[in-house]
């Protein structure tokens, strides 16, 4: 098990669950949150382990992971 699954999958259910419990509605903040952590967390990872050429394909996914979570939740 990575270090991520743990942390990230459990961020994920914690804004998750933050988003049910406090707002009730949909938030596009909370979800855009959800979209823009594991990205931040895989740079920060790819900078440590200096592997600067992951960082460009990881950059391309978060553009488009952002997009199309604004896209879903926005309609």
Known sequence: MSVYN???NNVDFLLWAMDIVFYR???L???LMMAV???VY???AEIWLQNY????STVLFGIVHVI???LSIAN
């Open 25 to 27: 509605q949909r938030k």
């Open 42 to 44: 895989f740079i920060l």
């Open 68 to 70: 199309n979570t604004y």
């Open 53 to 56: 050429l992951a960082i460009i």
């Open 37 to 39: 952590l594991p990205v």
């Open 29 to 31: 903040d909370i979800f």
């Open 6 to 8: 743990w942390y990230g």
